[in-house]
């Protein structure tokens, strides 16, 4: 069965070093997005992401966060100047139109030391 | 507006009782109601959804029931297994804006054999 693939799945990082979290989404998926969970809280959108541009994204996701998609498998989410309090667990996720199903990856635990 | 609130946090039931959870949300615009359920170590992964139009949607030993008027759904889940023991999250969007979803904060079901 063809699976979201997040690497790595735990990420340490200093504050102020910038981070890549990478995504390889379900193969004919035209649409991806990135949620974030922290610890013991909700599982929130970040931003979606279409046809090689931003669609939608949350107030979270501000100048510090951008995400490409640098070649035709893989989906990045970058952090800048990471700060304590962006540790959590970030989930890529896909989907073949607008309007289909959400597959999600493994996560990617982001700590932030 | 944007909230969707879920309960109960955690849920403990035998082997063959039924397992409720409950959500509530305030913005009328939602028009998606997935729940999502997430074993340790992966993925939300979807298990069932419904949409205003029907007020209940069976699936196996899953239903969810929508209460338009009282803006909540729920997820039944008969039968319950052990290996029904996970976090289930429910879920809201506009079709408008695809797989941005609004998350409830998790509810944690054990059953206990």
């Known amino acids: 069965e063809p699976e979201v693939t997040q690497t790595p799945s735990h990420q340490v990082t200093q504050m102020g070093q910038e981070v890549i979290l990478h995504c390889v989404p379900i193969s004919n998926h035209l649409y991806f997005y990135w949620y974030r969970q922290i610890l013991g809280q909700k599982v929130e959108f970040l931003v979606s992401f279409y046809n090689n541009e931003i669609s939608e994204k949350s107030e979270i996701f501000d100048d510090q966060f951008s995400v490409e998609r640098p070649d035709g498998s893989n989906f990045t989410l970058k952090i800048r100047s990471t700060k304590l309090e962006d540790s959590a667990m970030y989930f890529c996720a896909s989907s073949q139109f607008m309007n289909t199903e959400a597959f999600f990856g493994q996560g990617t635990r982001l700590t932030v030391v | 507006q944007q909230q969707v609130k879920q309960s109960p946090q955690s849920l403990i039931v035998q082997k063959g009782g039924i397992s409720i959870i409950n959500c509530a949300y305030e913005n009328t615009a939602f028009d998606y109601f997935p729940w999502y359920q997430q074993f340790p170590g992966k993925g939300p992964a979807l298990l069932i959804a419904i949409r205003p139009d029907v007020s209940e949607k069976k699936e196996g030993r899953f239903t969810i029931s929508f209460n338009k008027s009282a803006k909540q759904f729920s997820l039944h889940i008969m039968d319950s297994q052990p290996g029904d023991s996970a976090t289930y999250f429910c879920?809201?969007?506009?079709?408008?804006?695809?797989?941005?979803?609004?998350f409830g904060a998790g509810t944690i079901l054990r059953v206990k054999s």
């Open positions: 879920a809201a969007s506009r079709t408008e804006y695809g797989n941005k979803l609004v």
